[in-house]
C-alpha cells in the first residue's frame, strides 16, 4: 500500500471516530435522549413464533425444494449416492461441451474423481495456487462446482460460504453452476440457516455470505424475462443422500 | 433538483407529459400490474401475511426507536471486521468522501450496482467531473444511464422504454445494428459489462440493510451485477442510509420474506448476499479494502417527529407504487425526485424538508389508502400526505383564492339566513350558465372543475325548502313507534352517552 494512501485511510479514520459522536449524539438527541441508549430490550425479535414451529419431513424438504429450484428455471435432481452425482456432473459436463470447470477445493470434491472420469477437461481447484489470478480462472470456466454449506427448501435456496478454499466467483462467473446439497445441510426454513451467523464469533464469519435461488435473471426489457444476465444462466442442485 | 436536464416544475405539467405518452403509460400499467399480481399471490401463498406485516413492522419500529444504540453497535462491529466507516451529514459530503476515496486508488473507472442513496448523491455525475468513468451494472439502469435519465420504478427502472428504444441505444453502444431481442441485448450487455466489471478499481453498492450484530451489510438483486461489484474490484465502496439497520441474522429472515414478496411477488430474489468485512487474507476473492459511508441526507429529520418518524421504516420495496391509482397513470418521472410513487410523494418533501417546493407532489394522490394496504412494514403513507398537505397551509403556502373561498363558505354556512339567500340567488343566477340540468362554464373558479367534469346545476327547490313538506310526509306515512321500541332505542342513546361505542 503506498504511504500517501496509508495517510488518507489514517486521516478518515481520525476524522469518522470524531463525527461519529456527534452523528450518532445527533440521533439519540433528536429521540429524546442525553445520551447513546444502552441495549435495549429486543422483544420481536426474528420470525414470529408459529413460524418457527414448522418443520417438514426430509422426504418433503427435498420435494419442495426441488419444486421451488424448478419452478424459478433450475434443474434438480436427487441422487442416493456422491457417485451417482459424479456420473451425473461428467455427462453433463461431456454433452455441454465443457472445456474449463473450476471448482471447490472442499473434502467432497475432492474424494469425487472428477479429474479421472473427465481426462480431457482442464477442471482447476480454487486457489490451490495464490499466485495465480484465481477470478480470471472461474471467469473463463464452463462449469462452476461447488458443495453448498446449507439449503432452505421453502425458498428453494442453497448458500454458500467464502474461505481460502471456497471462492465467491466459483458460484459467480462460470456460465454454469452445480450444486451438491448432502441431503443433510437441507434444512426448512431460512431461520434454521440464520441461526449459524447470529451466534457466531468475529472470526468465525466468512467475508462472504451467499444465498443463491436459482439462475441470474433480469426482467428489465419490457417485463421480458432474461436468464443468465450476469450470474450463471444454467443452475444445477443435486441433492445426495 | 438537477437531473442534467430541465423538467417542467410542477407535477400537474410533468404528469400530463406522462400522460401524452402512450406506451408509457400502457408500460407503467402493464408493469404494475404484473407486479401487484405478483405480490398478492406470494402472499397469499405463504399465508399469514398479516401477522407477518406486523411483525416486520415492531422490527422496524424498534430498530428506529433504538437507532443510536443499533447504528452504534453496527458500526463498532464493521470496524472490527476491517470495514472503514465514514459518516456524511448530506449528499455533499457523502460525495467528497467517495471521491477522497477514489482519488487514492488512482481509479480510472467504477462499477455500480443499484443504490436509491447514490441516485440521491448524484455521484455519477461527480465522478464523471474527476475523470472517473461510472458504469451501472443492474441492466435496466445501465440502460437508462445510456439514456441519460432517471429511474422511473424503484424496482423496474427502466419500465418507460421499450425495447425498439433500447436497442437503439445499445447499438450505439455496439458500434453495431443490434436486433430489438430481449436475449440478444441481454446477451450483449453481459458481454460488455463483464469486461467493465474486470477494469474497475472501484465497487460502489447500495444497502439493502445492514446487520447490528455482526456489522454485515446485506444486499437483494436478480441478476447478479451486486455480487460482481462487491466480489470483483480491489475496493468496495457501500454508500448506506442511516436507517437500514436491523438488529441480527434472526431479524432478515423477516426482512427475506416481506421485501421479495412484496417487490416482485419472488419467494426470494435470486441473491441474497451478507458482506462481513473485507476478504480475508487468505482468502482468493472479494474486495481487499472496503468502506461504508453512513449517510443521513435529511432522514434525521424525521426522527422525533411523530408524523413522518415511520417513513424510516421503509425497506424500499416499490410496493406502494404498484398499488397506487395515480403512480400507474402518471408514471415516476412525473414526480420529480428521486422516490417516486407514494413513497416519493412523502419522502421527497421530508428528506429536503422543503415543504414549499415540493409539496404539490403531496397533491398526487387520490388518499385512497391502497399504499397503506401494500406496505409490508405497515407505513401509514397516506395519513403522511394529509399531515403534507397541513403543514403546507399552516406555513401559509395555501393558495390566496382558496383561503377567501374557505372563509366566505364559513361566513354563508353559519348563518341559515345567509345560506338561504345566496342559494335563493344561485337558483336565479345559474338560469343564465345551465344546460341540461349541467352547468359547463369555465369562467372564474369553475375553470379548474369543470375542465374534466361537469358541474351539477341546483335543484330549484332545496333540501332545505322541502324540508317542512318532507316532514308532514313522514308523519302521514308512519304510524307511531311502538312503546317498547322507544324504551329500547332511548336505553340504547343513554348507553352510548356512558362512554359506549360511537360512529366515527
Not at chain 1, 28 to 37: N, P, S, T, V, W
Not at chain 1, 101 to 129: K, M, S, T, Y
Not at chain 2, 361 to 367: D, G, R, V, Y
Request: hydrophobic fraction near 40%; charge should be neutral; glycine fraction near 8%.
Amino acid at each position: 500500500m503506498a504511504e500517501q494512501e496509508l495517510t488518507l485511510l489514517e486521516q478518515l479514520e481520525k476524522e469518522s471516530r470524531a463525527k461519529q459522536a456527534k452523528f450518532i449524539g445527533g440521533i439519540a438527541a433528536k429521540l429524546g435522549r442525553q445520551e447513546i441508549a444502552k441495549k435495549p430490550v429486543h422483544p420481536f425479535r426474528g420470525a414470529p413464533d408459529f413460524w418457527t414451529q414448522l418443520e417438514w419431513s426430509q422426504e418433503e424438504r427435498i420435494e419442495r425444494f426441488m419444486d421451488n429450484w424448478q419452478s424459478v428455471g433450475g434443474h434438480a435432481f436427487h441422487f442416493a449416492t456422491m457417485e451417482e452425482a459424479k456420473q451425473f456432473i461428467a455427462e453433463r459436463a461431456l454433452e455441454l461441451e465443457a472445456k474449463h470447470i473450476i471448482r471447490q477445493n472442499q473434502p467432497e470434491l475432492n474424494e469425487l474423481g472428477l479429474e479421472e472420469a473427465l481426462p480431457e477437461v482442464d477442471i482447476q481447484v480454487w486457489n490451490h495456487n495464490p499466485a495465480e489470478n484465481w477470478k480470471a480462472h472461474a471467469a473463463g470456466a464452463d462449469i462452476g462446482l461447488v458443495v453448498v454449506d446449507h439449503a432452505i427448501a421453502y425458498t428453494g435456496t442453497i448458500t454458500v460460504l467464502s474461505s481460502q478454499d471456497k471462492g465467491r466467483s466459483v458460484s459467480l462467473l462460470p456460465t454454469v453452476m452445480m450444486a451438491i446439497i448432502p441431503v443433510e445441510r437441507l434444512k426448512t426454513r431460512m431461520g434454521e440457516v440464520m441461526t449459524h451467523f447470529d451466534g457466531a464469533r468475529r472470526e468465525d464469519l466468512p467475508a462472504g455470505i451467499h444465498f443463491i435461488t436459482g439462475p441470474s435473471r433480469s426482467s428489465d426489457i419490457e417485463n421480458d424475462l432474461t436468464i443468465g444476465v450476469h450470474g450463471p444462466g444454467i443452475v444445477y442442485a443435486l441433492i445426495v443422500g | 433538483m438537477n437531473h442534467g436536464q430541465t423538467q417542467p416544475a410542477t407535477v400537474k405539467e410533468r404528469s400530463h407529459i406522462a400522460l401524452n405518452n402512450e406506451f408509457l403509460r400502457k408500460a407503467v400499467k402493464f408493469t404494475t400490474e404484473r407486479l401487484r399480481n405478483g405480490k398478492k399471490k406470494a402472499s397469499e401463498e405463504h399465508g399469514n401475511w398479516e401477522e407477518w406485516r406486523e411483525r416486520g413492522k415492531q422490527i422496524r419500529l424498534h430498530t428506529i426507536a433504538h437507532l443510536d444504540y443499533y447504528l452504534n453497535q453496527f458500526v463498532e462491529n464493521a470496524r472490527a471486521n476491517g470495514v472503514h466507516v465514514h459518516f456524511a451529514a448530506d449528499g455533499k459530503e457523502a460525495v467528497e468522501l467517495s471521491m477522497k476515496i477514489a482519488a487514492s486508488k488512482q481509479a480510472k473507472s467504477v462499477v455500480k450496482s443499484k443504490s436509491m442513496v447514490s441516485e440521491e448523491l448524484h455521484i455519477n455525475h461527480a465522478l464523471e467531473e474527476m475523470g472517473i468513468e461510472a458504469v451501472e451494472t443492474d441492466l435496466g439502469e445501465y440502460i437508462i444511464q445510456l439514456a441519460g435519465e432517471t429511474p422511473s420504478h424503484i424496482i423496474i427502472p427502466a419500465i418507460h422504454k421499450n425495447r425498439y428504444q433500447i436497442a437503439e441505444l445499445l447499438s450505439k453502444e455496439a458500434g453495431e445494428t443490434l436486433p430489438a431481442d430481449t436475449s440478444i441485448l441481454a446477451g450483449f450487455v453481459r458481454r460488455k459489462l463483464r469486461e467493465k466489471f474486470l477494469e474497475a478499481e472501484i465497487g460502489m453498492t447500495g444497502c439493502n440493510f445492514a446487520i447490528a450484530e455482526t456489522g454485515s451489510m446485506v444486499l437483494f438483486e436478480n441478476e447478479g451485477n451486486a455480487r460482481m461489484v462487491s466480489t470483483v474490484p480491489k475496493t468496495q465502496i457501500t454508500l448506506m442510509g442511516m436507517e437500514r439497520i436491523i438488529p441480527t441474522f434472526a431479524d432478515l429472515e423477516v426482512m427475506a420474506t416481506l421485501l421479495p414478496r412484496s417487490a416482485t411477488g419472488q419467494k426470494l430474489t435470486v441473491y441474497m448476499s451478507a458482506i462481513t468485512g473485507p476478504k480475508r487474507t487468505v482468502d482468493g476473492d472479494g474486495p481487499e479494502e472496503m468502506h461504508i459511508i453512513i449517510v443521513d441526507n435529511g432522514r434525521s429529520l424525521q426522527l422525533g417527529d411523530p408524523e413522518f418518524q415511520e417513513l424510516l421504516n421503509c425497506i424500499r420495496c416499490g410496493a406502494c407504487l404498484n398499488a397506487c391509482p395515480v403512480y400507474r397513470h402518471i408514471g415516476g418521472h412525473a414526480y420529480g425526485g428521486t422516490y417516486s410513487g407514494p413513497i416519493g410523494a412523502v419522502l421527497t418533501p421530508a428528506l429536503q424538508s422543503n415543504v414549499a417546493e415540493w409539496d404539490d407532489i403531496a397533491n398526487a394522490s387520490s388518499l385512497c389508502g391502497a399504499c397503506y394496504e401494500a406496505c409490508p412494514v405497515k407505513i401509514p403513507l397516506h395519513d403522511m400526505l394529509v399531515y403534507l398537505r397541513n403543514r403546507k397551509v399552516e406555513k401559509g403556502y395555501g393558495q390566496t383564492a382558496e383561503k377567501i373561498g374557505m372563509k366566505g363558505f364559513a361566513a354563508i354556512m353559519s348563518n341559515s339566513k345567509r345560506m338561504r339567500s345566496v342559494v335563493k340567488l344561485g337558483q336565479i343566477g345559474q338560469k343564465l350558465v345551465v344546460r341540461q340540468g349541467l352547468i359547463k362554464t369555465k369562467i372564474g373558479p369553475l375553470k379548474g372543475w369543470n375542465s374534466v367534469r361537469y358541474l351539477p346545476s341546483l335543484p330549484n327547490e332545496s333540501f332545505r325548502e322541502r324540508w317542512d313538506s318532507l316532514v308532514q310526509e313522514v308523519k302521514n306515512e308512519n304510524s307511531p313507534m311502538s312503546e317498547d321500541i322507544r324504551t329500547r332505542m332511548e336505553q340504547a342513546l343513554k348507553q352510548r352517552e356512558n362512554g359506549g361505542r360511537s360512529h366515527g
